[in-house]
C-alpha cells in the first residue's frame, strides 16, 4: 500500500483525480488476486478430479430430482423443470474445460477428442429431454429415470468407455464452424445472383435470374429442409415459365 501512494505521489495527479484513480487501482488489484487465487483453486480441483467426476455429481441430482417427481411428473410444471434441468446440465457438460485443463496447446486432435466427447454426453441428456416432452405413461418416464441410473453408475466407478458408448455420435466441429457451414450454400446462391449483372452475355436476362435464385437463396439461409427448398423452385419454375411464354 505504501509503495501505491509513493507512485501516486510520484507522479503528481491532480487532487480531484487521486481519490478515483487509487480506488479503481485497488479494485483492479483486488479482482486480480482474487482471480489468480480462484483459478489455483479450480487447477487443484482439476488436478486431482476424475474424468467423470462433473457428470457423477450433475447425474446425482438430476436423478435425485427424477426421484422426487416421480409421483407427479405429469405436471406441466414439473415436466418443464426436469426437462430444464437436463438441458441445463447438458449445456454444463458440455462447457466443461477439465480435461482440457491438462492438454498442451498443440494437442488439437486430443482437445478435438475430450470436446467431442463432452458433447456427446450433452447430446444425450438433451435426448433425454426431448424423451421426457414426449413420454405419456409412466413405463416412459421410469425407462428415462432408469437410464439416468445407468449412466450415474458408469460414473460413480468411472467406467468412461460404458459411459461414453451409449451416447450418440456428434459432429466434431464446434458450434460456431457448424453453423458457418450452414450458411455457405445459401451465401453462395445469393452471391451468385447479386453479380449476375457483371457477367458478360448475362445483362439481359440477369433481373430475371436474380430474383429467381434470391428467394431460394434466402431459404436456404434460413435452413428450411428439402421438401420446402422443392416446392418454393417448383412455384417458382411456374412463375419463369409462365413470364416466359407471354
Avoid at 457423477?56 to 423443470?81: E, H, M, P, Q, Y
Avoid at 466427447?117 to 429431454?129: D, M, S
Wanted: hydrophobic residues 50%.
Amino acid at each position: 500500500m505504501a509503495i501505491i501512494m509513493e507512485w501516486f505521489r510520484s507522479i503528481k495527479l491532480p487532487n480531484w483525480l487521486t481519490v478515483p484513480v487509487l480506488t479503481i487501482t485497488m479494485l483492479l488489484m483486488t479482482a486480480c488476486a482474487l482471480g489468480i487465487f480462484l483459478d489455483k483453486r479450480s487447477e487443484y480441483a482439476s488436478r486431482y478430479a476424475r474424468r467423470s467426476d462433473l457428470v457423477f455429481v450433475k447425474l446425482f441430482t438430476l436423478v435425485a430430482n427424477f426421484d422426487s417427481r416421480a409421483g407427479d411428473w405429469t405436471d406441466r410444471t414439473i415436466t418443464k423443470r426436469l426437462r430444464y434441468s437436463l438441458i441445463s446440465t447438458a449445456s454444463e457438460v458440455e462447457m466443461s474445460r477439465m480435461r482440457l485443463t491438462r492438454t498442451l496447446w498443440g494437442e488439437r486432435a486430443l482437445r478435438r477428442k475430450i470436446r467431442t466427447e463432452n458433447k456427446r454426453i450433452g447430446a444425450a441428456l438433451r435426448a433425454h429431454a426431448d424423451a421426457l416432452a414426449l413420454a405419456g405413461t409412466q413405463t416412459d418416464f421410469e425407462r428415462i429415470r432408469d437410464s439416468l441410473y445407468g449412466a450415474l453408475e458408469c460414473a460413480a466407478v468411472d467406467d468412461w468407455n460404458s459411459l461414453i458408448g451409449s451416447t450418440p455420435e456428434v459432429s466434431h466441429l464446434p458450434y460456431w464452424a457448424a453453423f458457418l457451414l450452414r450458411l455457405i450454400p445459401g451465401l453462395t446462391v445469393a452471391g451468385v445472383a447479386l453479380s449476375l449483372p457483371l457477367m458478360p452475355g448475362l445483362a439481359d436476362s440477369a433481373h430475371q435470374i436474380r430474383n429467381y435464385l434470391l428467394p431460394i437463396a434466402a431459404i436456404m439461409l434460413i435452413g428450411a429442409n428439402e421438401t420446402v427448398l422443392g416446392s418454393v423452385r417448383a412455384v417458382l419454375d411456374k412463375v419463369a415459365f409462365a413470364g416466359s411464354g407471354k
